[in-house]
């Protein structure tokens, strides 16, 4: 049994007030969040599909976890209406731990779901939820039918090669097939798994090729520089014309 007691109203917690309250400001951030996300989505100018199902947990999870913050919060300062304040006090406990095991599903399918709660294909870019490819940087689509998939491959950073899967016959996996087509990306029937084995071959030659055309560039201007270093350090013997009349004399 927890021990507590009421203090000129609430509980005297001060730890959990102070939970409570970040928790309040973490529960916060997600919603503030998907706002804005929402907000870039509905003007996005491209053809867009959203996945209802993946959209409503991501937005029922926050307010969940902010609905039991708040009523956390509630019980703290619940003097009248709980006569036992151990009562309260293992209430009070209970919800934060709940809100905090919400936060941290939200943000893990936020990471894991974010190409699949919705797509929007503008002219430069592919919009997802919380983040988006560049045009310049997608390699290809492949629709590998021997899992029923299409992938969408691109770069991440300068030679990270990454992938977003769909299945076809989903609603969200024949949007991106049809408007890839129709937006004249690379798409093309293959195998993922050797695609990816090939590209990878070629990125890493690229990147060592790179390296080499830098290391050479280097020591050439390393080479410059020391000539113009040593032309500098010569000793200048000019004799000027005053000095070469005299000595035909």
């Known amino acids: 049994m927890l021990l507590a007691s009421w203090t000129s109203g609430h509980l005297d917690q001060t730890n959990m007030l102070l939970i409570a309250v970040v928790q ?41 976890s902010l609905i039991l913050s708040s009523v956390g919060l509630v019980i703290y300062f619940g003097e009248n209406i709980f006569d036992d304040p151990d009562q309260a006090n293992t209430y009070a406990w209970t919800l934060i731990g709940i809100c905090f095991a919400l936060i941290a599903v939200w943000y893990a399918l936020s990471i894991y779901m974010q190409p699949h709660v919705w797509a929007s294909f503008e002219e430069e870019q592919i919009l997802f939820y919380g983040g988006s490819i560049k045009r310049l940087k997608v ?73 080499i055309k830098r290391t050479e560039a280097k020591k050439t201007v390393e ?27």
């Open 139 to 211: 390699k290809k689509f492949i629709v590998d039918k021997s899992v029923n998939k299409i992938y969408i491959n691109f770069i991440e950073g300068r030679s990270s090669l990454k992938k977003y899967s769909y299945q076809l016959g989903t609603l969200m996996g024949e949007f991106i097939l049809k408007n890839a087509s129709e937006l004249n990306y690379q798409v093309e029937e293959g195998n993922e798994k050797d695609y990816l084995i090939e590209e990878n071959k070629k990125i890493k030659l690229e990147v060592q090729e790179n390296i």
């Open 223 to 249: 080479a410059e520089s020391k000539k113009v270093s040593d032309n500098a350090e010569k000793p200048v013997n000019k004799k000027t014309e005053t000095e070469n009349n005299k000595e035909d004399k």
């Open 24 to 64: 309040l400001v973490i529960v916060f951030i997600p919603v503030a969040y998907g706002v804005l996300l929402v907000f870039n989505y509905k003007k996005s100018p491209g053809k867009k599909l959203v996945n209802k199902l993946n959209f409503s947990i991501l937005w029922v999870l926050p307010i969940i």
